[in-house]
C-alpha cells in the first residue's frame, strides 16, 4: 500500500514543484518599478511608462529638507508630466508631509466591483506667487487623495477650476516662489508652505513630454 501511494502522489507532487518554477520565473521577470533619481538639491525625477496603460510620465519631486530626528516624509511639492496616445497632461501634487509614496499612480479602471472612480473629498487651497514681488493669491480646488496628498482638480465636469496647472507656470516662472497652503485655517489645518521652485521649472523644460 505504501508503494502504491508514493507512485500515486508523485505526479501531483511534479506538478506542484513546475508550479512554483513558473510563479518563481514570472516573479523574477517582473521589472522593477522606477526610482527617483536626484537631480539638485531637495529635488527628484522620476521616469518610467505604466505597464498596464501605457502611459509615459516624468514626475519632478520638490522636497522640504528632512525634519532632524523626524522618520516622516517631508513636505513636497510634485509636477507630474503624462503622454498618452499623443495626448499630454500637466498634473500638480502637494503634500504637507506624512506621505511617503511617489510612485506613479495609473488612472481607474473599472473592474467588475467597481464601475466608477472614488469620489474623494475636495479641499480649497490658496496658491500665492513670491519673488520680487507677491502677486495676489488665487483659491482652487484640490482633490484630498486616500493617501492625504493633494491633487490639484484640472478642468473638468466634476471639477470647479476653469485653469489647469499650465495657466499658473507663467507667474511661476517671473515670480517662482510658491506659497500654498489651505484657504481657511479652521480644523486644525497645517500652515502653508513656501516652495522654491526654480530648480523644478528648469528641469521642467529640458523634458518635451513636459511641454504643451
Excluded at 529638507?65 to 501634487?93: H, V, Y
Excluded at 508631509?97 to 475636495?122: D, K, L, W
Excluded at 480649497?124 to 495676489?136: A, D, H, I, S, V
Excluded at 488665487?138 to 496647472?165: A, F, I, Q
Aim: charged share 15%; net charge positive; glycine share 8%.
Amino acid at each position: 500500500m505504501s508503494v502504491s501511494a508514493s507512485t500515486s502522489g508523485t505526479p501531483f507532487t511534479t506538478l506542484a514543484l513546475v508550479l512554483v518554477i513558473l510563479v518563481s520565473l514570472s516573479a523574477a521577470q517582473e521589472p522593477s518599478p522606477p526610482q527617483p533619481e536626484a537631480i539638485a538639491p531637495n529635488l527628484s525625477r522620476l521616469e518610467g511608462v505604466d505597464a498596464g496603460s501605457g502611459i509615459h510620465y516624468v514626475r519632478l519631486i520638490l522636497s522640504f529638507p528632512p525634519a532632524e530626528n523626524s522618520t516622516q516624509a517631508p513636505p513636497r511639492f510634485i509636477m507630474e508630466c503624462t503622454e498618452n496616445k499623443g495626448k499630454r497632461d500637466l498634473a500638480w501634487f502637494v503634500s504637507f508631509g506624512g506621505v511617503a509614496g511617489v510612485n506613479f499612480t495609473p488612472p481607474f479602471r473599472p473592474t467588475q466591483a467597481e464601475h466608477f472612480p472614488p469620489r474623494n473629498p475636495s479641499a480649497n487651497l490658496r496658491m500665492t506667487f513670491e519673488g520680487y514681488m507677491k502677486w495676489k493669491p488665487y483659491v482652487r480646488s484640490w482633490e484630498v487623495l486616500p493617501s492625504g496628498e493633494l491633487r490639484y482638480r484640472n478642468p473638468s465636469l466634476e471639477s470647479p477650476n476653469l485653469d489647469g496647472p499650465r495657466f499658473f507656470l507663467p507667474y511661476l516662472n517671473s515670480l517662482p516662489g510658491l506659497r500654498i497652503g489651505y484657504a481657511t485655517a479652521a480644523g486644525g489645518n497645517p500652515p502653508a508652505l513656501l516652495f522654491q521652485t526654480r530648480p523644478m521649472l528648469d528641469e521642467l523644460k529640458k523634458n518635451a513630454i513636459c511641454q504643451p
